[in-house]
């Protein structure tokens, strides 16, 4: 099998794409369609590393960091019919329903139970987390970061999981 990964490159008629297999291509287009037509992920083009600024890189969101077109297609298949399945009606519905504070996880897995969805079906909870910042943008909702502890009478702390720190406030 021909490896077709597709990386930026710099030539005598300006910037432009090259492929393993020795295409070279003119323009971000091309280099999809290429990518595409291989069976490798049109956003990263094969790479399975997507670049969010210079020397800035983490795993393709797209396909999974697979570099394959059917790990993308899958993932926007997904994406597309949680967008069909759970509406603002659906989540505006529940968070009516709800008297008080609630977690995001609270809302994701009342339309998960409602829909029967076992996990990992469908991108539920990355859905709810839009359709609810849609409803904050709205003024319909106010969403807050709840701190982890209550440092006395005038401090609280936030402890942030993926930095392995904490931050402690003052009120």
Request: charged residues 20%.
């Amino acid at each position: 099998m021909t490896k077709h990964t597709i990386s930026p490159q710099s030539g005598i008629l300006g910037d432009g794409f090259g492929c393993d297999c020795g295409a070279v291509l003119a323009g971000r287009m091309a280099a999809e369609l290429h990518a595409a037509e291989n069976g490798r992920c049109s956003a990263c083009l094969g790479s399975a590393v997507e670049q969010l600024a210079p020397d800035l890189t983490r795993g393709c969101t797209v396909c999974a960091a697979t570099g394959g077109r059917k790990e993308q297609i899958t993932w926007q298949l997904a994406h597309t019919e949680a967008e069909e399945l759970i509406t603002m009606t659906v989540v505006r519905g529940i968070v009516a329903g709800i008297d008080g504070p609630f977690h995001l996880s609270d809302i994701a897995d009342t339309v998960r139970a409602g829909f029967g969805l076992p996990a990992g079906r469908l991108p539920v909870g990355p859905r709810v987390r839009d359709l609810l910042l849609q409803l904050q943008a709205a003024g319909e909702i106010a969403m807050l970061s709840a701190p982890d502890e209550l440092l006395g009478t005038d401090q609280v702390l936030y402890r942030d999981p993926q930095w392995q720190r904490t931050r402690t406030l003052g009120l």
